[in-house]
């Protein structure tokens, strides 16, 4: 990779900083929010990575281990502190038809190879094609996110035992009936009300932890039979280890992974990057999401090599820590290095903790996560803002993440180019300084969509023997517009007449001679032919 290109991107990534800014300092209050919330993202993280193992059907520490190591590094190098990331059912769902026809070895490699591509997408500046999402996208991709995360905790309500043959979703598996489901409802209910009102006795605590400690206190002290995380799988284990993948280094195992590895980092990275943008207007603080590309890709890595299954950013945890008060990287790097201690140490007493209290909190983060403001401007937005916010919505629920945007982001491109294609148009009057002359004034822009709305333009049989066309107000943009600029001026040199071209921008003129069309000479830019710059326009320098 040449060296210019790092040393760009080194000079735009941001140093892993564990401070605030200036009026915000790290004082122990502070440190005791940060910590808190990384213990609280922590305890939420342990059913959700074992959940998304099953998903992929891989072992429940191969999901642990992904939260971990991918959780600890984009921490410390990631874009925009505050986020959190780890397993997550975008990417597991992709996973689970390799792991089946493959092995867990191949999604080891696989995991490795999307951690390249994503490093070298964020060298390489791509990150920044996030701007492209528009604002409409995010609203949908906001709710239909909320819509999953409230979908995904449907499995907590289904018999222990069955969630594992149940696979992604509420599918499958017998639902949870009489008494166990009213234990349930009330236990996630009690959660979400303590979420909801600790804030307003005290913020000594934050309301998530609070709320996941008392019930916890109830089940354990009253000993009531409900379903806790130990009843999904126990979550003991030890180290992770260095393990390079066992597969075949052959051109064959290349054509297996790199496919699926191509879909996990366009996955990743967009939920990331999307993710990025709204932790990021939460806080009121750009991200660096070139960075953010780096580190997820140098998590991925890292993490195929030492036994886990990859991630990505987790919008309901990062929406936990930043509601929990964190701002720095210290509650990410806490809430890993508290993962990795329930694995070693704590397994005993986190597999206790009832799953209604987990439940409650994602909950509570569905109904802070949905754009409720959404549902108000669709009857004011632009039709096709709001059939794409409700498009982008449905498709990530029924599909994915990484579909529903793209979809999202094409739908409003089409409906962009089809609005500026309607709006060209051209004022006829004849000429004030040629005598005899008929001037054509385009205003809109010229473009593939308006190419050939612009050759109707022209009545070339009944104009006059001299055509000036104006482009003041246009803005030719690519090759289609260069094609009928051509055409249009070969038609008017077929009929014998004369055409002059004015005011195209000085660019223009390069792109005409760049692609070799037809050119006509300017009496009012005789410098650059067919190119007339902002100055000769607005009469600084002269003009027609």
């Given at each position: 990779m040449p060296k210019a290109l790092l040393a760009s991107f080194a000079s735009r990534m941001e140093k892993p900083d564990l401070s605030l800014a200036n009026d915000e300092k790290l004082t122990p209050s502070r440190l005791k929010t940060e910590i808190l919330a990384g213990l609280t993202v922590a305890l939420a993280l342990v059913p959700e990575a074992v959940a998304f193992a099953f998903v992929a059907g891989v072992h429940p520490l191969v999901g642990l281990y992904a939260a971990f190591l991918v959780g600890l590094v984009t921490a410390l190098i990631g874009g925009r502190p505050g986020m959190i990331s780890g397993a997550t059912g975008a990417l597991a769902v992709v996973m689970v038809a390799l792991v089946a026809q493959h092995g867990v070895e191949y999604l080891f490699a696989t995991v490795v190879l999307m951690g390249i591509l994503q490093v070298t997408?964020?060298?390489?500046?791509?990150?920044?094609?996030?701007?492209?999402?528009?604002?409409?996208?995010?609203?949908?991709?906001?709710?239909?996110?909320?819509?999953?995360?409230?979908?995904?905790?449907?499995?907590q309500f289904k018999v222990p035992g069955t969630v594992e043959a149940a696979g992604h979703g509420a599918g499958g598996g017998e639902w949870l009936s009489g008494l166990p489901l009213m234990m349930m409802l009330g236990l996630t209910g009690l959660t979400m009300l303590i979420i909801w009102g600790m804030p307003k006795v005290s913020k000594i605590v934050p309301a998530p932890l609070a709320g996941i400690a008392i019930v916890a206190a109830i089940v354990i002290g009253f000993g009531l039979d409900v379903p806790r995380v130990g009843d999904m799988?126990?979550?003991?284990?030890?180290?992770?280890?260095?393990?390079?993948?066992?597969?075949?280094?052959?051109?064959?195992?290349?054509?297996?992974?790199?496919?699926?590895?191509?879909?996990l980092a366009a996955i990743g990275l967009i939920e990331s990057l999307l993710t990025l943008n709204l932790v990021g207007e939460m806080t009121g603080k750009r991200g660096g999401a070139s960075q953010e590309c780096v580190a997820q890709g140098a998590s991925n890595i890292l993490t195929g090599f030492f036994g886990g299954m990859g991630g990505c950013a987790m919008i309901g945890q990062s929406m936990i820590n930043v509601k929990s008060g964190a701002r720095t990287r210290i509650a990410g790097i806490a809430a890993a290095l508290f993962l990795l201690c329930f694995i070693l140490f704590a397994s005993p007493l986190i597999e206790l903790i009832p799953l209604a209290a987990l439940v409650g909190v994602m909950f509570m983060v569905?109904?802070?996560?949905?754009?409720?403001?959404?549902?108000?401007?669709?009857?004011?937005?632009?039709?096709?803002?709001?059939?794409?916010?409700?498009?982008?919505?449905?498709?990530?629920?029924?599909?994915?993440?990484?579909?529903?945007v793209v979809v999202g982001v094409i739908v409003s491109a089409l409906a962009y180019a089809w609005?500026?294609?309607?709006?060209?148009?051209?004022?006829?009057?004849e000429s004030r300084t040629e005598k005899g002359a008929q001037v054509y004034e385009i205003h809109g822009p010229l473009f593939f969509g308006s190419a050939d709305g612009f050759t109707e333009l022209f009545e070339i049989d009944k104009d006059p023997d001299s055509v000036i066309i104006d482009f003041a107000d246009s803005r030719v943009a690519d090759q289609s517009a260069l094609q009928a600029i051509e055409a249009v001026a070969g038609k008017y040199e077929a009929a014998g007449k004369k055409i002059q071209l004015r005011h195209l921008s000085r660019d223009?003129?390069?792109?005409?001679?760049?692609?070799?069309?037809?050119?006509?000479?300017?009496?009012?830019?005789?410098?650059?032919?067919?190119a007339v710059d902002y100055h000769v326009r607005t009469g600084i320098l002269g003009g027609h």
């Amino acid at each position: 990779m040449p060296k210019a290109l790092l040393a760009s991107f080194a000079s735009r990534m941001e140093k892993p900083d564990l401070s605030l800014a200036n009026d915000e300092k790290l004082t122990p209050s502070r440190l005791k929010t940060e910590i808190l919330a990384g213990l609280t993202v922590a305890l939420a993280l342990v059913p959700e990575a074992v959940a998304f193992a099953f998903v992929a059907g891989v072992h429940p520490l191969v999901g642990l281990y992904a939260a971990f190591l991918v959780g600890l590094v984009t921490a410390l190098i990631g874009g925009r502190p505050g986020m959190i990331s780890g397993a997550t059912g975008a990417l597991a769902v992709v996973m689970v038809a390799l792991v089946a026809q493959h092995g867990v070895e191949y999604l080891f490699a696989t995991v490795v190879l999307m951690g390249i591509l994503q490093v070298t997408a964020g060298v390489l500046g791509w990150g920044k094609f996030i701007r492209l999402v528009p604002h409409p996208v995010m609203l949908g991709f906001v709710n239909g996110l909320a819509i999953v995360i409230f979908l995904a905790q449907m499995t907590q309500f289904k018999v222990p035992g069955t969630v594992e043959a149940a696979g992604h979703g509420a599918g499958g598996g017998e639902w949870l009936s009489g008494l166990p489901l009213m234990m349930m409802l009330g236990l996630t209910g009690l959660t979400m009300l303590i979420i909801w009102g600790m804030p307003k006795v005290s913020k000594i605590v934050p309301a998530p932890l609070a709320g996941i400690a008392i019930v916890a206190a109830i089940v354990i002290g009253f000993g009531l039979d409900v379903p806790r995380v130990g009843d999904m799988a126990s979550i003991k284990g030890g180290l992770p280890a260095f393990h390079i993948p066992s597969v075949p280094l052959t051109w064959e195992t290349l054509e297996i992974i790199l496919p699926y590895s191509v879909i996990l980092a366009a996955i990743g990275l967009i939920e990331s990057l999307l993710t990025l943008n709204l932790v990021g207007e939460m806080t009121g603080k750009r991200g660096g999401a070139s960075q953010e590309c780096v580190a997820q890709g140098a998590s991925n890595i890292l993490t195929g090599f030492f036994g886990g299954m990859g991630g990505c950013a987790m919008i309901g945890q990062s929406m936990i820590n930043v509601k929990s008060g964190a701002r720095t990287r210290i509650a990410g790097i806490a809430a890993a290095l508290f993962l990795l201690c329930f694995i070693l140490f704590a397994s005993p007493l986190i597999e206790l903790i009832p799953l209604a209290a987990l439940v409650g909190v994602m909950f509570m983060v569905v109904i802070g996560t949905f754009a409720w403001n959404s549902l108000k401007i669709l009857t004011k937005v632009p039709l096709t803002d709001a059939f794409v916010i409700l498009l982008v919505t449905v498709v990530t629920v029924l599909e994915d993440l990484a579909v529903a945007v793209v979809v999202g982001v094409i739908v409003s491109a089409l409906a962009y180019a089809w609005q500026n294609a309607t709006r060209i148009t051209a004022t006829k009057h004849e000429s004030r300084t040629e005598k005899g002359a008929q001037v054509y004034e385009i205003h809109g822009p010229l473009f593939f969509g308006s190419a050939d709305g612009f050759t109707e333009l022209f009545e070339i049989d009944k104009d006059p023997d001299s055509v000036i066309i104006d482009f003041a107000d246009s803005r030719v943009a690519d090759q289609s517009a260069l094609q009928a600029i051509e055409a249009v001026a070969g038609k008017y040199e077929a009929a014998g007449k004369k055409i002059q071209l004015r005011h195209l921008s000085r660019d223009c003129h390069q792109l005409l001679t760049k692609a070799g069309h037809l050119m006509i000479d300017s009496d009012d830019d005789p410098e650059y032919e067919v190119a007339v710059d902002y100055h000769v326009r607005t009469g600084i320098l002269g003009g027609h």
